[in-house]
């Protein structure tokens, strides 16, 4: 009980803190009301079962200055009952959602509680993530569980799409209710590549589980792997070296300007303009030989690890120069084309409104007025100074194809700062062989948005639980909102332009 | 002249521009893929290439969806004979095909448009929401296009007070001074459009993409494989070769065989096949610069086109 009135008082502190708070069952709707009013964010939800009581942990965040706030809240495991947040926060429903599946623990007073992560050919009553879970048993008939979402009037049709593409794309399957070419509403069925990545980092060594982390989402190595050693480090108590952090943010920023220069092909080449295209994935690819000769790996592998980081190398300015000159050359081409600003201007409108309200994150919300950034709310290393996240208000095709840009400038700038600050490529601290006992959280701005892990480590030096958070997650459900009265051949432009990680979604 | 030696001379003539719409259809599309490629700054496929992929599918099994009819099987066989006919009685070696009385455009574009239904309604016979798709948007798109592509007609037929083909194609060679009236370059601006609509190219459709939702004719022969695909793939590019011909022959006719004697054909073979090479040529290179318009734009692109050929009409009026 006292740990609930102990709310207020943390708030009352300032500057940063990460602070764990257990609450009870009837307090965590008020506490988490709280929170969310405070202007903290649900970062996430992480159900634990293993070792000690089932439990759910909600992460509220804040920046800057980096405040976090754990909610622990105990669940009995005869009766796994926790009350629902879901008509506090659209992102809290979805991971009760994902909780339901895999823990089986029940959001009560959750409005719609369908299945999320488990298809419905997996049998009811079996949830993977709890420790009595056992081996996957046999699965059921799945066909005709699935039914389409009806859409009721004169001439409204369906075209379901996927989970299997023609171009090398993830799975994922997509159903559209649609009247002529204008698409009524959009279901996303995703969860194909679910391969349970959580399950797989319990009992590994804290130190092999960054090699994992880095497969979370292959395009996005450095952003995963950072933030599992920043949650790591936190749990264990290690210390880093600031040299260590400049290396790092030297990193993520050399991870987001390979993506983003893809994704500005990829966009353009979505509309026909297979020009930027090509000129795009050239470049992609000395950036990919640039990547090779700072790490080793041309996804950036093998750079971050717990206790610091380890370069090969460091990028030479004069060659991010020519970079940024031969990007600038590629963008301008697309953006003086009229048919290609035609098919970008108010496409697939998503709105402020709808940014704080589903809990969206990275490019796509700050090309919709956000200002979030987890670079300056939480930050890695040294707080940033004079750093201004990129931003445009429109929401629609074109602002994100703009905030791309401006971020690929933006961390062109920082580039050239970390490769000119004096020092080693490799940096670590004095006693990184340190285990303790404890959890810990990171984030990280990773390419596509904020990235969370939160990892708790046994007694030996094992991971006993670690929770992933993509910013796809959050940003899948955007999607469909943002594509009503969109027509259908826009469709695939729009869903490149927020261009979300599968892999990251489904774990 | 006898007779006989007549027929044979025409039939030779109309086998030589079959023959060569059917082999250079492929070629013209490798050409144009491999002058895109190199602009944008990649080796490219050989230019040979959609001929070998003609082959492969040819060697490969029959494979057609369950639900679908007969329509499904003939649109293919229809695709291609209509452009064969079409091809043969046109005035692209020589003004004297088979046929000749016959090589009308209304008849031409009526010939090539019952491939074209056919195929939308094989897209929708094969029961999948891509085919229906596909099908629509290239029913609405020849719809849109078929009134631009007779007002162009009506303004070219005024020259030879014909619509027939060769009529044409014979008064522009005698009165070489009528090739750049205003009324038949805005008519032969309007065809080019249509011709770039019908045959599914930038800015209409994208023939190179992969995404489903996007597509226009691909979406359409989606469910297509094996020998029926390559048959849809010889009838598309012979179509759009068929359609080039008859465009640079309207433009600048000469090197066209006014006889079937065996000179004449040799010359106005090179000659189309060079003239239809630079067209070729020049549209992939219009298609590395321009994207895609949005789908609901199309029908603003063929509006334009009637507004051309309307003005050609006008303007041949206002001539008089």
């Known amino acids: 009980m006292t740990e609930s009135f102990a709310l207020p008082r943390v708030l009352e502190r300032t500057g940063s803190f990460h602070q764990s708070l257990d609450v009870p069952a009837d307090g965590l709707l008020t506490a988490a009301e709280v929170l969310l009013q405070r202007g903290f964010r649900l970062a996430l939800v992480a159900a634990v079962d293993h070792p000690g009581p089932l439990r759910v942990v909600y992460l509220f965040t804040s920046g800057l200055p980096d405040r976090r706030i754990e909610l622990v809240l105990t669940v009995d495991r005869r009766r796994p009952e926790i009350p629902s947040l879901a008509a506090l926060s659209f992102p809290a429903s979805r991971f009760e959602r994902e909780i339901h599946d895999l823990f089986g623990i029940v959001p009560v007073g959750h409005p719609a509680l369908r299945r999320l992560v488990l298809h419905q050919h997996w049998p009811e009553g079996w949830h993977p993530m709890r420790s009595d879970a056992g081996p996957p048993p046999a699965m059921v008939d799945d066909a005709g569980s699935y039914p389409f979402v009806e859409v009721q009037g004169a001439g409204v049709y369906e075209i379901p799409v996927g989970p299997v593409h023609a171009g090398l794309i993830e799975p994922g399957h997509f159903r559209f209710s649609v009247v002529g070419e204008t698409i009524l509403k959009m279901k996303a069925r995703l969860w194909f590549v679910h391969k349970g990545i959580e399950r797989l980092f319990e009992g590994q060594d804290i130190h092999s589980g960054v090699e994992l982390g880095e497969k979370i989402s292959g395009d996005t190595a450095v952003g995963h792997g950072l933030a599992y050693c920043l949650a790591i480090e936190e749990a264990c108590g290690i210390e880093v070296p600031p040299r260590a952090s400049v290396l790092r943010n030297l990193l993520l920023e050399l991870e987001r300007i390979y993506n983003h220069v893809a994704d500005v092909g990829a966009m353009c080449n979505d509309v026909g303009f297979g020009l930027v295209h090509a000129k795009a994935l050239t470049l992609r690819e000395r950036l990919l030989r640039l990547n090779a000769s700072v790490t080793g790996h041309r996804l950036l592998r093998g750079g971050v690890r717990v206790g610091g980081t380890r370069l090969a190398s460091i990028p030479r300015p004069a060659e991010l120069a020519e970079i940024g000159a031969q990007f600038h050359e590629l963008v301008n081409l697309a953006l003086d084309q009229s048919i290609v600003m035609d098919r970008f201007t108010g496409t697939a409108v998503l709105n402020p409104g709808d940014i704080a309200e589903l809990g969206v994150l990275g490019v796509v919300a700050r090309a919709s007025g956000s200002v979030f950034d987890a670079r300056v709310a939480h930050p890695v290393g040294e707080p940033w100074a004079n750093f201004l996240a990129a931003g445009a208000t429109t929401g629609d095709v074109l602002a994100r194809f703009q905030v791309r840009v401006q971020e690929v400038d933006a961390s062109l700038a920082l580039l050239d700062d970390f490769c000119t600050r004096p020092g080693p490529p490799h940096a670590f601290g004095p006693d990184h062989l340190v285990a303790g006992v404890g959890s810990g959280s990171g984030i990280v701005e990773g390419w596509r948005g904020a990235i969370v892990h939160r990892i708790e480590v046994d007694g030996s030096g094992r991971l006993s639980r670690v929770k992933v958070v993509d910013p796809s997650f959050f940003n899948w459900p955007a999607l469909s909102v943002a594509l009503a009265d969109t027509i259908v051949p826009d469709f695939p432009l729009a869903n490149k332009s927020f261009n979300l990680s599968y892999a990251g979604n489904d774990l | ?320």
């Open chain 2, 1 to 320: 002249m006898s007779t006989i030696s007549h027929v044979i001379g025409t039939g030779i003539s109309s086998a030589v521009q079959v023959a060569v719409v059917a082999v250079g259809g492929p070629v013209l599309v490798g050409v144009m893929r491999k002058v895109r490629c190199r602009l944008e700054g990649r080796v490219g496929p050989p230019v040979l290439q959609p001929l070998v992929d003609i082959r492969k599918l040819f060697r490969k099994q029959r494979f057609r969806p369950d639900q679908a009819t007969w329509i499904f099987t003939l649109a293919p066989v229809m695709l291609v004979a209509t452009v064969v006919v079409a091809a043969a009685i046109t005035p692209l070696v020589t003004t004297h095909p088979a046929l000749r009385a016959s090589s009308d455009l209304f008849v031409l574009v009526y010939l090539l448009l019952v491939g074209s239904t056919l195929l939308a309604l094989a897209g929708l016979d094969a029961g999948t929401a891509f085919g229906g798709m596909g099908s629509s948007r290239a029913v609405t798109i020849g719809a849109l296009a078929e009134p631009a592509l007779l007002v162009t007609i009506l303004a070219l037929s005024t020259t030879a007070h014909s619509s027939n083909l060769p009529a044409i194609v014979s008064a522009i060679l005698a009165h070489p001074e009528s090739v750049a009236t205003p009324q038949r370059l805005f008519a032969l601006g309007a065809l080019l459009i249509v011709i770039v609509a019908e045959s599914g190219r930038l800015p209409v459709d994208n023939p190179a993409t992969h995404l489903e939702l996007t597509m226009v004719h691909e979406a359409m022969i989606l469910e297509y494989a094996g020998p029926d695909l390559a048959l849809v793939t010889v009838g598309e590019a012979m179509r759009l070769t068929l359609l080039l011909g008859i465009f640079v022959n309207l433009v600048a006719p000469w090197g066209v065989a006014t006889s079937t004697s065996v000179s004449g054909v040799v010359v106005g073979l090179a000659s189309v096949v060079a003239k239809v090479a630079v067209v070729g040529v020049f549209l992939a290179v219009f298609e590395v610069f321009i994207a895609k318009v949005r789908l609901f734009r199309v029908p603003e692109l063929l509006a334009g086109a009637f507004v051309l050929a309307l003005l050609g009409v006008v303007s041949g009026l206002v001539a008089k």
